[in-house]
């Protein structure tokens, strides 16, 4: 009889694009959104916590198709009792969803409804470094308004959002441009054909990467890039580039100068002026606010997702140095973005509804406080109780609880406790700052021994011990003093 085979182990290891997230990378980011929401709470919006399952036809842009069912996200097909139901999707963002949830639910919520959202979202892209198929966003909206006044608050939120975070002033800028602008660029530039339009659009969204000489290349015959490919170019004359340069390199000094330069780009155009008026009200509204241009500006080269907005848009860009993995310097980039898509909920109702919103990339705004030094140092462990009694595991634990009630992260030691010197190796693996000893003679005195963990680290990484021998970094206490002397010694260190 042939030996059956062992089933093969798993293999213990994350999924390709994900990662697990330990302790204090999770305190962290949980800080962090706890400090958001604070802002967004203070500015009137309201918590909402939708599903993160949607039905695809929800979702509308990834649509599965034939071929590649799961394109863009997680999907699967629900089986209703033999028969195909559903196609489902875990959510690829925050925004949709709400859409989703204000069309449903609609005759319930206040208009304007002013909502914000933090949690995962999930997208079935190739993974690559520094980008994970799961990941955090940090939303806030509101819909049913089509007043720029709503528009101009998210810019504050996101600014004031930026600063109470750990982003001081000067190392961030909002800006602000707005897509029916560049639509009154376009009708100035009479381009009819929709291909050549979007062969535009593409090119506007390399401004940032080759600048205005290389996007009057790309708008022309082409251009070389920096491998030596040769791109073609979209075949435009010099005369019907010019009102796309014109609008890409209108910022000027003030923001009154940069929508003056505005309408000479978009000529008569009358979306385009209805945008330019949109952005000079935008501005006022600001400026009444007491947000000057050392924190938000109208800037015509935001040009990131145009195509997906029908009016303002904005991003926030953090503008200190940091070095790439080469060594050279170069700004931290952007960490928000978002802008007015008064189209989205219209294919749950039928009917136009105005919304606007901003997005905060999680991940990237935790990695610029970490460069700033805002935080990253490693967060204090528990005190920890040692055992040096199995029997009197209840004297231990009666320690944890005082110290837990008086408000002391606290834990007892609950491996083998016949090696001490493996629970002392296990409090400073927990980065613990103190240790508390009670062996059989402490009991019988009515005293704990104290250590202080914090200073005898200090004392071991120091190369002289003269500087430390005036400071013991273990205490006697009575018994009654155990949560006094531990709480002044994480006080000294706080």
């Given at each position: 009889?042939?030996?059956?085979?062992?089933a093969p182990?798993?293999?213990?290891?994350?999924?390709?694009?994900?990662?697990?997230?330990f302790?204090?990378?999770?305190?962290?980011r949980a800080?962090m959104?706890?400090q958001?929401?604070?802002?967004?709470?203070?500015?009137?919006?309201?918590?909402?916590?939708?599903?993160?399952v949607?039905?695809?036809?929800?979702?509308?842009?990834f649509?599965?198709?034939?071929?590649?069912?799961?394109?863009?996200?997680?999907?699967?097909?629900e089986?209703?009792?033999?028969?195909?139901?559903?196609?489902?999707?875990?959510r690829?963002?925050?925004?949709?969803?709400?859409?989703?949830?204000?069309?449903?639910?609609?005759?319930?919520?206040?208009?304007?409804?002013r909502?914000?959202?933090?949690?995962?979202?999930?997208?079935?892209?190739?993974?690559?470094?520094g980008?994970?198929?799961?990941?955090y966003?940090?939303?806030?909206?509101?819909v049913?308004?089509?007043?720029v006044a709503?528009?101009?608050?998210?810019?504050?939120?996101?600014a004031?959002t930026l600063?109470?975070?750990?982003?001081?002033?000067?190392?961030?800028i909002?800006?602000?441009?707005?897509?029916?602008v560049?639509?009154?660029?376009?009708?100035?530039?009479?381009?009819?054909?929709?291909?050549?339009r979007d062969?535009?659009?593409?090119?506007?969204?390399?401004?940032?990467?080759?600048?205005?000489?290389?996007?009057?290349?790309?708008?022309?015959?082409?251009?070389?890039?920096?491998?030596?490919?040769?791109?073609?170019?979209?075949?435009?004359?010099?005369?019907q580039?010019?009102?796309?340069?014109?609008f890409?390199?209108?910022k000027?000094e003030?923001?009154?100068?940069?929508?003056?330069?505005?309408?000479?780009?978009?000529?008569?155009?009358?979306?385009?002026?209805?945008g330019?008026a949109?952005?000079e009200?935008i501005?006022?509204?600001?400026?009444?606010?007491g947000?000057?241009?050392?924190?938000?500006?109208?800037?015509?080269s935001?040009?990131?997702g145009?195509?997906y907005?029908t009016?303002?848009?904005?991003?926030?860009?953090l503008?200190?140095?940091?070095?790439?993995e080469?060594?050279?310097?170069r700004?931290?980039?952007?960490?928000?973005?978002?802008?007015?898509?008064?189209?989205l909920v219209?294919?749950?109702?039928?009917?136009?509804?105005?919304?606007?919103g901003?997005?905060?990339?999680?991940?990237?705004?935790?990695?610029?406080?970490?460069?700033?030094g805002?935080?990253g140092?490693?967060?204090?462990?528990?005190v920890?109780v040692?055992?040096?009694?199995?029997?009197?595991?209840?004297?231990?634990?009666?320690?944890v609880a005082?110290?837990?009630?008086?408000?002391?992260?606290?834990e007892?030691?609950?491996?083998?406790?016949?090696?001490?010197?493996n629970?002392?190796k296990?409090a400073?693996?927990r980065?613990?700052?103190v240790?508390?000893?009670e062996g059989?003679?402490?009991?019988a005195?009515?005293v704990?021994?104290?250590?202080?963990?914090?200073l005898?680290?200090k004392?071991?990484?120091?190369?002289?011990?003269?500087?430390?021998?005036?400071?013991?970094?273990?205490?006697?206490?009575p018994?009654?003093?155990?949560?006094?002397?531990?709480?002044?010694?994480?006080?000294?260190y706080?």
């Open positions: 009889m042939a030996k059956e085979k062992k182990k798993p293999k213990a290891q994350t999924p390709k694009g994900f990662r697990d997230y302790g204090t990378e999770v305190t962290e800080e959104l706890a958001i929401a604070g802002v967004y709470h203070r500015y009137g919006f309201d918590a909402l916590e939708s599903s993160a949607e039905t695809v036809e929800a979702l509308g842009k649509l599965p198709d034939v071929d590649r069912p799961n394109e863009g996200v997680f999907a699967w097909q089986d209703e009792d033999g028969d195909k139901g559903d196609w489902l999707a875990l690829y963002d925050l925004t949709a969803p709400l859409a989703r949830v204000y069309a449903q639910h609609r005759n319930d919520l206040p208009l304007p409804y909502r914000y959202a933090m949690g995962p979202v999930w997208r079935n892209e190739k993974p690559g470094p980008r994970f198929r799961q990941f966003q940090c939303d806030a909206d509101t049913g308004s089509g007043s709503a528009d101009a608050e998210i810019c504050a939120m996101l004031d600063e109470v975070v750990g982003i001081p002033r000067g190392d961030y909002v800006r602000v441009n707005n897509r029916k560049l639509n009154g660029v376009l009708e100035a530039m009479g381009l009819n054909d929709d291909a050549q062969a535009v659009l593409r090119t506007i969204d390399k401004f940032d990467k080759v600048g205005e000489a290389g996007v009057r290349e790309l708008l022309g015959k082409g251009r070389l890039d920096a491998s030596g490919a040769y791109i073609d170019g979209v075949g435009l004359s010099d005369a580039a010019e009102p796309v340069i014109a890409l390199t209108s000027g003030t923001a009154a100068q940069t929508i003056q330069n505005l309408k000479a780009a978009i000529g008569d155009s009358t979306i385009g002026a209805e330019v949109e952005l009200q501005a006022d509204l600001l400026a009444a606010g947000y000057g241009p050392d924190r938000i500006v109208i800037d015509p935001v040009v990131r145009l195509g907005y009016g303002p848009v904005f991003e926030a860009e503008t200190f140095e940091i070095l790439d080469k060594g050279r310097k700004q931290f980039g952007s960490v928000a973005g978002g802008g007015r898509y008064d189209d219209k294919r749950f109702t039928g009917q136009p509804v105005p919304a606007t901003v997005s905060i990339g999680v991940d990237r705004l935790l990695a610029a406080l970490r460069e700033k805002r935080i140092s490693q967060s204090a462990g528990p920890v040692t055992v040096m009694d199995r029997d009197r595991m209840g004297d231990y634990q009666a320690m005082e110290l837990r009630s008086a408000g002391i992260r606290a007892v030691y609950l491996g083998n406790p016949k090696n001490f010197g629970q002392l296990y400073d693996k980065n613990s700052p240790a508390v000893i059989g003679d402490e009991k005195n009515g704990v021994q104290i250590k202080d963990l914090i005898g680290a004392i071991a990484e120091s190369a002289s011990l003269e500087e430390w021998q005036d400071r013991p970094n273990q205490f006697e206490v018994r009654d003093q155990l949560v006094s002397k531990v709480r002044e010694i994480l006080e000294s706080s």
